[in-house]
C-alpha cells in the first residue's frame, strides 16, 4: 500500500533552474528544420492542455489527484518541425536526460502550472514534463532542451 502525501515532495534546486528562471529558454534541437530558443510568449500562442490524475512515485508513496497544464509536447516540437526520421526524444534538464520514444509526445505534456497555480520553482518551472502512465523520472524537472534523434543513443544522466 503507497503512502499517501498531500503535497509534492521538493528537492533541492539545482543552480542551471535558478540560472533559467531569469531567462526561460526552451531549446530544440537535433533532427528538425529549424533549431530553435523557444521563449514562455512562444509557449503561450500554443493551445494548452489538462491533466489530473494520481502522481504515483516508484519509490512506494502517492499524492491524489494533481492537476496539471500546459503544452502538448507534440505541439511543441511541431515548432521546429521535426523531420519524418526523428524517433526518439531526448528530455534534458541540466545534466538529467531521458529517452522517449517519438509516440509518447502525443500524450505528454510541458507544464507550466500545478493545480492552478504557476508552477513553482521547486516543483520543476518553468517548464516540467508529464508522461501520463510515465514512470516517476520521467516526470523531467526544469526542463531546458529537447533533441530529437532518428535513433536512440547513451546520454550521461
Known amino acids: ?24 529558454r526552451l531549446q ?3 533532427a528538425v528544420r ?6 514562455p510568449n512562444d509557449l503561450n500562442a500554443l493551445p494548452r492542455s489538462r491533466y489530473r490524475a494520481d502522481f504515483v512515485c516508484q519509490q512506494g508513496w502517492v499524492v491524489p489527484q494533481q492537476e496539471w497544464s500546459g503544452f502538448r509536447l507534440q505541439d511543441v516540437l511541431a515548432l521546429a ?10 528530455i534534458g534538464a541540466g545534466d538529467y536526460v531521458i529517452s522517449l520514444p517519438r509516440a509518447v509526445a502525443k500524450s505528454a505534456l ?5 493545480n ?4 513553482p520553482l521547486e516543483h520543476g518551472a518553468p517548464w516540467r514534463l508529464i508522461v501520463p502512465s510515465g514512470a516517476c523520472t520521467t516526470s523531467v524537472k526544469w526542463v531546458d532542451r529537447i ?4 535513433e536512440d543513443v547513451k546520454q550521461p544522466r
Open 1 to 24: 500500500m503507497p503512502v499517501i502525501h498531500r503535497h509534492l515532495p521538493q528537492h533541492t534546486v539545482p543552480d542551471h533552474a535558478v540560472q533559467q528562471q531569469t531567462d526561460p
Open 28 to 30: 530544440i534541437c537535433g
Open 34 to 39: 529549424h533549431q530553435l530558443l523557444v521563449t
Open 81 to 90: 518541425e521535426p523531420l519524418p526520421e526523428a524517433r526518439v526524444i531526448h
Open 110 to 114: 510541458l507544464c507550466d502550472t500545478l
Open 116 to 119: 492552478g497555480q504557476p508552477l
Open 147 to 150: 533533441v530529437l534523434l532518428t
